[in-house]
């Protein structure tokens, strides 16, 4: 099974994704997004995938959106778009992609529904949260 991270590794949620995905037992393609940027269409077929739009897909904390004026309700999705191929840290992540799905990962857990096989637990969020129990069962 092929897994793919739409990838940050200075973001908490998008390391501790990783490390769900890789306890699984799967290696997965790492694009790093933020280095190697976006395409229009790859934006778009990434957002049609996940069933989300570029409003749902902004990242409206710790980056520029507010100062780009990108939070306004009249802003097009097109506008949108233009300037997450500008910035790419615009886009929220991480974004997984794999035979199940795609999916943006917020919170953490929400990478479990796209596994083959569960990790063993317990396995926790990035604020210690537990997610899977010791008998790898989900909590909560």
Known sequence: MTI???H???CGTSRN????????GAEPVVIDYLREGWTRPQLLALFAAADLTPRQALRETKSPAKELGLLDEDVT???ILDAMLAH???VNRP???SPK???LCRPSETVLDLLDRLPPGPLYKEDGEMILNDRGERVG
Do not use: Y
């Open 4 to 6: 793919v991270i739409h």
């Open 8 to 10: 940050n590794p200075d």
């Open 17 to 24: 994704v990783l490390d769900i995905i890789r306890k699984s």
């Open 77 to 79: 999705d097109s506008a």
């Open 88 to 90: 790419p840290v615009l």
């Open 95 to 97: 974004i997984v992609c």
């Open 101 to 103: 799905g795609a999916r």
